[in-house]
């Protein structure tokens, strides 16, 4: 059996600081760590990415690249389920680049490529999450007024954007480690879809509250989840 081919250099440098950006947050983490972190030179770092903008901005390309992919997903969005899939699919790409959003506002001040890039990934996420509202509508799951579109659908964009950020003021020490991905991810998923239920018909919401006890391990017919379905049945 031939050997796989090895990773390129330039590869390896992008995998190594992107996990330690991760872990670390971006202002932390230095050119030479990177290096020390593959046993290679700074020299030959700085030959495959000069400056660590450079390296910054290679990595905002994946990112940004896997999320144009992802956003056309938002089309054949036609119920809960669907919507469910959808926005938990976003947090995920989101805590695989998560250094991005841990460090935004900083990360924005220091680098006019993302600062001007950024908006548009704003743009493009508003516009997706329309594309949802409009399929539920479509598929007769959601009735809203066309002048509240807009606004529901940056609501949603602002949860996405600054979950992670909540999660690290409410655990500094551990909110963005990878033992605790799945929690973060499923609560950002559910208060992003939960900004949907005063706009779903009966069965939709239902839905959305069982989906949501199923991801929290809880029994759907248990006294807890009937309590917690009294705020999302209120409009029923």
Do not use: C
């Not at 081919?5 to 440098?13: D, N, W």
């Not at 994946?62 to 992919?69: K, N, P, R, S, V």
């Not at 516009?127 to 007769?140: D, E, F, K, N, V």
């Not at 939960?194 to 839905?207: D, I, K, N, T």
Request: glycine fraction near 6%.
């Amino acid at each position: 059996m031939a050997k796989k081919a090895p990773r390129r250099t330039a590869q390896r440098i992008l995998e190594a600081a992107l996990d330690l950006f991760n872990r670390f947050g971006e202002p932390n983490v230095s050119t030479t760590l990177v290096a020390s972190e593959l046993n290679i030179s700074p020299g030959n770092l700085y030959y495959h990415y000069p400056a660590k903008e450079e390296l910054i901005n290679k990595l905002y390309e994946a990112y940004e690249a896997e999320l144009d992919e992802l956003l056309h997903a938002s089309e054949g969005v036609h119920d809960v389920e669907d919507a469910w899939f959808f926005m938990h699919s976003l947090f995920e790409l989101i805590w695989r680049y998560r250094f991005l959003y841990r460090d935004l506002n900083d990360l924005l001040s220091k680098n006019r490529r993302l600062e001007t890039q950024f908006q548009l990934v704003l743009k493009n996420k508003a516009r997706a999450i329309r594309q949802l509202i409009a399929g539920l509508s479509r598929a007769g799951h959601l009735e809203i007024d066309v002048h509240e579109v807009d606004t529901l659908a940056q609501s949603m964009v602002v949860v996405l954007t600054y979950w992670l950020s909540y999660e690290y003021v409410r655990n500094p020490r551990e909110a963005l480690e990878p033992a605790h991905a799945q929690g973060a991810l499923m609560r950002g998923g559910l208060h992003s879809l939960h900004l949907l239920a005063p706009y779903l018909g009966r069965e939709q919401r239902r839905h959305l509250l069982a989906l949501g006890n199923a991801y929290n391990g809880e029994d759907p017919g248990s006294s807890n989840a009937g309590a917690a379905a009294s705020p999302v049945d209120m409009a029923v």
